[in-house]
């Protein structure tokens, strides 16, 4: 037996078959026959399946035929073995005789699936005749050998391995209280990990007690009554054999029949009944008052029953199933001290077969690793250049050549090596993606370590924010990463179930719902609402991710990671249009209620209590405020670019195009409209970025209005380079052209870029506040700009009208005064030709008296 409750009898029939008896073992997870040139490390892992029955179930006292595979043959296996495959793991083996040594044609003897490779032949250190359960977790197996006065007893318990078991006969002339006045043994591991069973009398309820004249009553050894005994007389059991193995203890030992001490040992009847003891309970070591192992009250855990031992009896069906089977050392990881990593001997690691050197953290050899998400870890990696540590998904690690190619590498890796004079110090924080199970290994030499626990911190140690909703009745945890978002909810009250919402309200908005099964499962739904009754909760499919909800004394918590971005199509389904923007607030409201199903919900199933508004929560900040009808500084910020965008700097375009042959004053109207839209426009974006306490560029609305207030402030800018304008008469100059095409497409742009601006403006606060009347607000935004754009092209009509005219009555194309020259960009050529005529021309002055 090495692990999982191994236990049966091997007997070779022929060439080609065997047959197992009285097998139990615990169930694994890729389990077979295996076969191998050794016993150690290297011949069993490099070993071979030989027979093609799976042993994947819990085996209990079963007996079966095995045939070996036609390519095996029995001289190329020397162990025996049942093996798992994922965990590289030996369960038990056989370790077969050599053939030179046994007798020619002799019958193969059975032969124990044990560990102990001193032990071949008929010895069967955990295998007896009989096996009598005396409680749940706790039983006594023997072998009567009446020729040799003596019995061997095995007691088996799934027990602490800090506890003892007893057990022993009652005075056969006492009717009760048994306890007082029994021969019992002791049995248990020292602190160095060794088996012991030693002999004990009982003379009172209580603990060992060494009286002022030398005397001791109660539970003691037989030793303290009769002083030392270097012969054995008095202490007539001998221990033969023990282990600690999946959180089991087994310890067999023998006695006799009719032992020598009448005093304090009591005569066994081999063929009658018999009145026997047994009790379960923790065990001080000695000190420097009482040298001896001091059992301590049972707690509850003892019992007596008649027992003859010449009867065949066998009621132990099934190996014990421990429910704590670790016994390694336990290091909690503490985010003020390194772990310090060396190497060392293996003595006791936890899944044999392993290499000699294994992996020590904290001076303790293998130990469970205990971490927190959210709570970093710091490593001082000392364990040599040859040893390079990391924490992996394979519970094997050792994979520097690639062999499990879908493995996850979670920390470490071939840098992470260092020496005790020069170690390596590196820092391992666990998120809330971290497995609850996962190994620190060796990259370079398989199963030199062992696991790693990640269990739930705190929920702010997981998440980097977290604010109070409405009514402080929920609390909300996330951490933004660049395309996702991870997301936990906890109630403060107890409840069936917990759903948070994004939206303004129940109806019209997204739920996410946790609550606990009928299976004792957690779960996690997704739903569009878009009523008030049941029929209006419909689920949806949404990508989630990371999905965990749980309940610890009524108190719910849901946790699940998704996408910022739905991966599919706008309004191809409702969740499609469930878009997280960082940048601007999320509505966010929750309801409790004392049941949910996710099949057939009813009245009964909705909420009993629910938030009474809505909580804006700004992902980016880390805070969240309870939510207005409509944020008065957004309202504002939206009329000013509205006056900007939607009035004034079209205005003051329209100026340039169609005022100027009503004189200079044209020139003073474009300038004074452009300067105050510029001025409205940036107060307008002040207003903005202080409402939203700073801003990015994830919203379209954000690119189009940037955009804009650039094109915007280079209009000013690009006015004051402006080349000088020609004198009458004179030819434009390359200059001057290139400069006024760059001002009037800057301008223009502009303001097409200012009303998209404006248009994803009002889009986005409905998408965020779901205000019903955005949608009116967008087409009356819409419409004006349509009658913005007939105006022009009625101002155009007008203005080649009034261009024919004046070219067929002879007047300039150009006037007095300070304002810029009139010319027809969207027309080039036409200009261009009527200046070649005007040049042609004879300009004719009529000069008269200046007085009369």
Same mark, same amino acid.
């Given at each position: 037996?090495?692990?999982?409750?191994?236990?049966?009898?091997?007997?070779?029939?022929?060439?080609?078959?065997?047959?197992?008896?009285?097998?139990?073992?615990?169930?694994?997870?890729?389990?077979?026959?295996?076969?191998?040139?050794?016993?150690?490390?290297?011949?069993?892992?490099?070993?071979?399946?030989?027979?093609?029955?799976?042993?994947?179930?819990?085996?209990?006292?079963?007996?079966?035929?095995?045939?070996?595979?036609?390519?095996?043959?029995?001289?190329?296996?020397?162990?025996?073995?049942?093996?798992?495959?994922?965990?590289?793991?030996?369960?038990?083996?056989?370790?077969?005789?050599?053939?030179?040594?046994?007798?020619?044609?002799?019958?193969?003897?059975?032969?124990?699936?044990?560990?102990?490779?001193?032990?071949?032949?008929?010895?069967?250190?955990?295998?007896?005749?009989?096996?009598?359960?005396?409680?749940?977790?706790?039983?006594?197996?023997?072998?009567?050998?009446?020729?040799?006065?003596?019995?061997?007893?095995?007691?088996?318990?799934?027990?602490?391995?800090?506890?003892?078991?007893?057990?022993?006969?009652?005075?056969?002339?006492?009717? @009760?209280?048994?306890?007082?006045?029994? !021969?019992? &043994? =002791? #049995?248990?591991? $020292? *602190?160095?990990?060794?088996?012991?069973?030693?002999?004990?009398?009982?003379?009172?309820?209580?603990?060992?007690?060494?009286?002022?004249?030398?005397?001791?009553?109660?539970?003691?050894?037989?030793?303290?009554?009769?002083?030392?005994?270097?012969?054995?007389?008095?202490?007539?059991?001998?221990?033969?054999?023990?282990?600690?193995?999946?959180?089991?203890?087994?310890?067999?030992?023998?006695?006799?029949?009719?032992?020598?001490?009448?005093?304090?040992?009591?005569?066994?009847?081999?063929?009658?009944?018999?009145?026997?003891?047994?009790?379960?309970?923790?065990?001080?070591?000695?000190?420097?008052?009482?040298?001896?192992?001091?059992?301590?009250?049972?707690?509850?855990?003892?019992?007596?029953?008649?027992?003859?031992?010449?009867?065949?009896?066998?009621?132990?069906?099934?190996?014990?199933? @421990?429910?704590?089977?670790?016994?390694? !050392?336990? &290091? =909690? #990881?503490?985010? $003020? *001290?390194?772990?310090?990593?060396?190497?060392?001997?293996?003595?006791?690691?936890?899944?044999?077969?392993?290499?000699?050197?294994?992996?020590?953290?904290?001076?303790?050899?293998?130990?469970?690793?205990?971490?927190?998400?959210?709570?970093?870890?710091?490593?001082?990696?000392?364990?040599?250049?040859?040893?390079?540590?990391?924490?992996?998904?394979?519970?094997?690690?050792?994979?520097?050549?690639?062999?499990?190619?879908?493995?996850?590498?979670?920390?470490?890796?071939?840098?992470?090596?260092?020496?005790?004079?020069?170690?390596?110090?590196?820092?391992?924080?666990?998120?809330?993606?971290?497995?609850?199970?996962?190994?620190?290994?060796?990259?370079?030499?398989?199963?030199?370590?062992?696991?790693?626990?990640?269990?739930?911190?705190?929920?702010?140690?997981?998440?980097?924010?977290?604010?109070?909703?409405?009514?402080?009745?929920?609390?909300?945890?996330?951490?933004?990463?660049?395309?996702?978002?991870?997301?936990?909810?906890?109630?403060?009250?107890?409840?069936?179930?917990?759903?948070?919402?994004?939206?303004?309200?129940?109806?019209?908005?997204?739920?996410?719902?946790?609550?606990?099964?009928?299976?004792?499962?957690?779960?996690?739904?997704?739903?569009?609402?878009?009523?008030?009754?049941?029929?209006?909760?419909?689920?949806?499919?949404?990508?989630?991710?990371?999905?965990?909800?749980?309940?610890?004394?009524?108190?719910?918590?849901?946790?699940?990671?998704?996408?910022?971005?739905?991966?599919?199509?706008?309004?191809?389904?409702?969740?499609?249009?469930?878009?997280?923007?960082?940048?601007?607030?999320?509505?966010?409201?929750?309801?409790?209620?004392?049941?949910?199903?996710?099949?057939?919900?009813?009245?009964?199933?909705?909420?009993?209590?629910?938030?009474?508004?809505?909580?804006?929560?700004?992902?980016?900040?880390?805070?969240?405020?309870?939510?207005?009808?409509?944020?008065?500084?957004?309202?504002?910020?939206?009329?000013?670019?509205?006056?900007?965008?939607?009035?004034?700097?079209?205005?003051?375009?329209?100026?340039?195009?169609?005022?100027?042959?009503?004189?200079?004053?044209?020139?003073?109207?474009?300038?004074?409209?452009?300067?105050?839209?510029?001025?409205?426009?940036?107060?307008?974006?002040?207003?903005?970025?202080?409402?939203?306490?700073?801003?990015?560029?994830?919203?379209?609305?954000?690119?189009?209005?940037?955009?804009?207030?650039?094109?915007?402030?280079?209009?000013?800018?690009?006015?004051?380079?402006?080349?000088?304008?020609?004198?009458?008469?004179?030819?434009?100059?390359?200059?001057?052209?290139?400069?006024?095409?760059?001002?009037?497409?800057?301008?223009?742009?502009?303001?097409?870029?200012?009303?998209?601006?404006?248009?994803?403006?009002?889009?986005?606060?409905?998408?965020?506040?779901?205000?019903?009347?955005?949608?009116?607000?967008?087409?009356?935004?819409?419409?004006?700009?349509?009658?913005?754009?007939?105006?022009?092209?009625?101002?155009?009509?007008?203005?080649?009208?009034?261009?024919?005219?004046?070219?067929?009555?002879?007047?300039?194309?150009?006037?007095?005064?300070?304002?810029?020259?009139?010319?027809?960009?969207?027309?080039?050529?036409?200009?261009?030709?009527?200046?070649?005529?005007?040049?042609?021309?004879?300009?004719?002055?009529?000069?008269?008296?200046?007085?009369?």
């Amino acid at each position: 037996m090495v692990q999982h409750q191994l236990r049966g009898v091997l007997s070779v029939i022929d060439d080609c078959s065997f047959r197992i008896t009285q097998f139990e073992m615990l169930s694994g997870s890729d389990v077979h026959w295996w076969g191998a040139g050794g016993d150690d490390f290297q011949n069993l892992t490099k070993g071979f399946v030989i027979s093609d029955q799976n042993l994947n179930q819990t085996y209990k006292n079963d007996s079966f035929l095995v045939n070996l595979r036609k390519n095996v043959t029995w001289d190329r296996i020397k162990v025996l073995s049942v093996w798992d495959i994922p965990t590289a793991s030996n369960f038990g083996h056989v370790l077969f005789r050599n053939s030179s040594n046994a007798t020619e044609n002799a019958a193969p003897s059975p032969m124990p699936v044990n560990g102990n490779t001193s032990l071949i032949g008929n010895e069967q250190p955990t295998m007896f005749e009989n096996c009598k359960v005396l409680s749940e977790g706790y039983r006594i197996r023997w072998t009567l050998k009446e020729e040799e006065d003596g019995i061997d007893i095995g007691l088996e318990g799934a027990t602490g391995i800090q506890n003892y078991m007893a057990f022993g006969w009652a005075n056969p002339i006492v009717s @009760a209280n048994f306890m007082v006045g029994s !021969d019992v &043994v =002791i #049995a248990g591991f $020292k *602190e160095d990990g060794m088996p012991f069973a030693d002999d004990y009398y009982i003379t009172k309820y209580s603990e060992c007690m060494i009286n002022k004249d030398g005397t001791v009553q109660g539970v003691c050894p037989d030793t303290m009554y009769e002083g030392s005994d270097p012969i054995g007389l008095v202490n007539n059991t001998k221990l033969v054999y023990g282990h600690r193995k999946d959180g089991v203890s087994f310890i067999r030992y023998k006695r006799r029949l009719k032992s020598v001490d009448k005093k304090y040992d009591m005569p066994v009847d081999p063929k009658g009944n018999m009145t026997v003891i047994w009790a379960l309970g923790s065990i001080k070591p000695p000190d420097s008052l009482r040298p001896f192992y001091l059992p301590t009250n049972h707690g509850g855990s003892y019992g007596h029953l008649t027992l003859n031992i010449s009867e065949r009896v066998n009621d132990c069906l099934g190996p014990l199933d @421990a429910e704590d089977k670790e016994d390694q !050392d336990l &290091v =909690i #990881a503490d985010k $003020k *001290e390194p772990l310090v990593v060396v190497t060392g001997p293996a003595l006791h690691y936890p899944n044999p077969p392993n290499p000699s050197k294994v992996l020590y953290i904290n001076k303790k050899e293998a130990p469970i690793l205990r971490v927190e998400r959210g709570v970093p870890v710091k490593f001082s990696i000392q364990a040599g250049h040859d040893v390079a540590f990391y924490v992996t998904s394979d519970p094997l690690g050792g994979n520097a050549t690639l062999r499990n190619m879908s493995e996850t590498i979670y920390f470490g890796g071939p840098e992470a090596e260092g020496v005790q004079a020069s170690p390596t110090e590196l820092v391992w924080a666990p998120d809330r993606n971290t497995p609850d199970l996962v190994y620190y290994q060796s990259l370079y030499i398989q199963k030199m370590g062992w696991k790693v626990q990640v269990v739930d911190g705190g929920l702010p140690d997981m998440y980097n924010n977290s604010v109070s909703l409405d009514d402080q009745q929920v609390m909300l945890f996330w951490t933004l990463s660049e395309s996702s978002i991870s997301i936990a909810a906890r109630g403060e009250k107890k409840s069936g179930y917990l759903s948070v919402g994004f939206g303004r309200g129940m109806v019209n908005s997204f739920a996410y719902v946790g609550w606990i099964d009928d299976n004792g499962r957690g779960r996690v739904s997704t739903y569009w609402i878009d009523g008030r009754d049941p029929s209006s909760v419909h689920p949806t499919k949404e990508n989630l991710t990371y999905v965990r909800c749980k309940s610890e004394n009524g108190i719910i918590t849901l946790e699940f990671s998704r996408p910022l971005n739905p991966s599919c199509k706008l309004n191809d389904r409702p969740e499609c249009n469930n878009i997280i923007d960082p940048t601007t607030p999320l509505e966010v409201v929750w309801a409790m209620g004392a049941q949910w199903s996710d099949d057939h919900l009813s009245v009964r199933n909705m909420h009993s209590v629910t938030s009474k508004r809505p909580v804006s929560v700004l992902l980016m900040r880390g805070s969240a405020e309870a939510e207005e009808d409509l944020r008065p500084v957004l309202a504002v910020h939206g009329f000013m670019m509205f006056l900007a965008w939607g009035i004034l700097l079209p205005g003051g375009t329209l100026a340039a195009r169609y005022l100027k042959h009503v004189g200079d004053g044209w020139f003073q109207i474009h300038v004074n409209l452009q300067y105050s839209g510029l001025v409205i426009v940036f107060l307008g974006f002040l207003f903005a970025v202080a409402e939203l306490r700073g801003f990015t560029f994830h919203s379209l609305h954000v690119k189009f209005g940037m955009l804009a207030i650039l094109l915007a402030i280079a209009q000013p800018v690009n006015a004051y380079l402006r080349p000088k304008k020609p004198s009458n008469g004179e030819e434009v100059s390359a200059r001057r052209l290139i400069w006024e095409y760059i001002h009037v497409i800057t301008g223009r742009c502009a303001i097409i870029i200012g009303g998209a601006a404006l248009i994803t403006g009002m889009k986005h606060l409905g998408d965020r506040y779901g205000d019903e009347n955005i949608h009116g607000l967008i087409w009356a935004l819409i419409i004006w700009f349509l009658i913005g754009a007939l105006t022009v092209i009625y101002l155009e009509y007008r203005e080649k009208k009034r261009r024919s005219w004046d070219r067929i009555s002879g007047r300039s194309n150009w006037v007095l005064g300070n304002g810029e020259e009139d010319i027809d960009l969207l027309n080039p050529r036409r200009t261009m030709a009527e200046k070649e005529a005007l040049s042609s021309e004879r300009m004719e002055v009529q000069l008269e008296p200046l007085s009369r």
